[in-house]
């Protein structure tokens, strides 16, 4: 298997991806090719305003079996699940394959704060938590499909620490950077992560001026994209004026 080496992301670029949509993003990695970084089904399960960012450190199950998902396995320290929560590193966004499977927790409240207490950025999974009444309430980012009570064990087995996994049909690499906002999750490959948080920072400036302009009436035409001379002066004149 050949992938490109992650690169580590710039506190400057971590910072600016924190302001950035998952729309934006997904805009200028469509312009450089890449179709499928939005992951299908992981919904927000405690939305507010932080975002999520951070590389993935991944966590894959395949379907569980009667003979050996029993309740003790947990006993074993090198249990997948469990040394996943335990070293996924500080900043990181820990991702789970759950197959697209909620039918059964890919985790719950405890591990979510054992992640949130290590300093960790994130969790996703496109499968569902338990103890979601409570995940709600914390400040860590946590995305799945749906809340599912009964145990992981029932339906999930887990193998794989920190190797490619698909979740929600997206395939996410070690060291990919995952960012999260209030309407989902972007993959973005690793390599790329640099240049597109600069790029869609600049977007972003340039999205929040058309919004003001859409709402003071203006027409899309010559405005989004900007091609009329005059907007270009009015844009600028608003950028100075706001200081960004």
Known sequence: MTTTPAQPLSEAARAKLLTVSTATLTTALFKRGFRNVFLQGPQRVNPGPA???GPAYTLRYIPAREDLDLLKVFEDRNHPQRKGVEECPEGHVLVIDSRGDPRAASAGGILL???????????VTDGGFRDTPEVKRMALPAYHQRPSAPTNL?????????TPVACGDVGVYPGDIMVGDD?????????LAEEIAHETFEQTVYEDFVQEEVNGGHELFGLYPMLDDSV?????SWRTAQGR
């Open 183 to 191: 309407e989902g999750v972007v993959c973005i490959p690793a390599h």
């Open 51 to 53: 975002r999520m960012v």
């Open 154 to 162: 029932i339906l999930h087995h887990a193998v794989d620490l920190n």
């Open 113 to 123: 704060t054992r992640l949130m207490t290590r300093g960790c950025a994130g969790v």
């Open 232 to 236: 270009k002066a009015r844009f600028a």
